[in-house]
């Protein structure tokens, strides 16, 4: 894939999903009465932590200059 997000876009995604996973920890830990509710924050939480591992994972591939995939899985 030639092209993709770039350095900044991918470090504000990574920032915007490491913010969206600490306040829905945040309201995790509240007492069910004090939270806001209508919210699946396990969810919002699940959600935002796998989409900071991919931009890591990105992040890691824009900085070392290739493509991070294993070897075995190129034929």
Same mark, same amino acid.
């Given at each position: !894939?030639? %092209? %993709? =997000?770039?350095?900044?876009?991918?470090?504000?995604?990574? *920032?915007? @999903?490491?913010?969206? @996973?600490?306040?829905?920890?945040?309201? !995790?830990? #509240? =007492?069910?009465? #004090? #939270? *806001? $509710? %209508?919210? =699946?924050?396990?969810?919002?939480?699940?959600?935002? *932590?796998? *989409?900071?591992?991919? !931009? +890591?994972? $990105? /992040?890691?591939?824009?900085? +070392? %200059? $290739?493509? /991070? $995939?294993?070897? #075995?899985? @190129?034929?």
């Amino acid at each position: !894939m030639v %092209g %993709g =997000p770039s350095l900044l876009v991918s470090l504000t995604t990574l *920032i915007v @999903a490491l913010a969206c @996973a600490v306040l829905a920890n945040l309201q !995790m830990r #509240r =007492p069910y009465e #004090r #939270r *806001i $509710h %209508g919210v =699946p924050w396990l969810a919002v939480q699940f959600v935002a *932590i796998a *989409i900071c591992f991919v !931009m +890591m994972a $990105h /992040l890691v591939s824009l900085l +070392m %200059g $290739h493509d /991070l $995939h294993s070897s #075995r899985l @190129a034929y």
